[in-house]
């Protein structure tokens, strides 16, 4: 079992920044691959960036590409996502996922253990 804990989210102006944590306790961290993902009111749950074991590769989904960074750090179980030049349209909880395999799987049903969420709303 693996519990993932994510923070950092909130009340953020348009072209402005924030940097998401995800926490992770239980199984030894480095053992997942560990993605980002967001879900809008009504909208489905979106990928946004994922990241190997030992951060040796990334993947993102299109609508952040350029402006968003996914990193990790075994040494304190931790995945962050940095999220800079944000926009309206980027407004919705946050998701952080550990799954199993070697690649930044873009799919929801390739991660086993999800977080409860953070909020993210960006204004005009």
């Known amino acids: 079992q693996v519990q993932l804990v994510e923070s950092g989210g909130g009340l953020v102006q348009a072209g402005g920044s924030l940097r998401l944590s995800c926490a992770a306790s239980?199984?030894?961290?480095?053992?997942?691959?560990m993605g980002w993902f967001r879900q809008a009111p009504g909208k489905e749950r979106e990928f946004v960036a994922a990241?190997?074991?030992?951060?040796?590769?990334?993947n993102y989904g299109d609508s952040v590409k350029g402006r968003f960074t996914i990193s990790r750090d075994n040494a304190k179980n931790t995945v962050y996502l940095q999220m800079n030049s944000l926009k309206p349209e980027d407004t919705a909880v946050y998701y952080c996922?550990?799954?199993?395999?070697?690649?930044?799987?873009?799919?929801?049903?390739?991660?086993?253990?999800w977080g409860q969420g953070t909020q993210v709303t960006v204004s005009s």
């Open positions: 996922a550990a799954g199993l395999g070697d690649f930044p799987r873009t799919y929801t049903h390739s991660y086993d253990y």
């Open positions: 239980g199984r030894t961290f480095s053992s997942y691959i």
């Open positions: 990241i190997t074991r030992w951060g040796g590769r990334t």
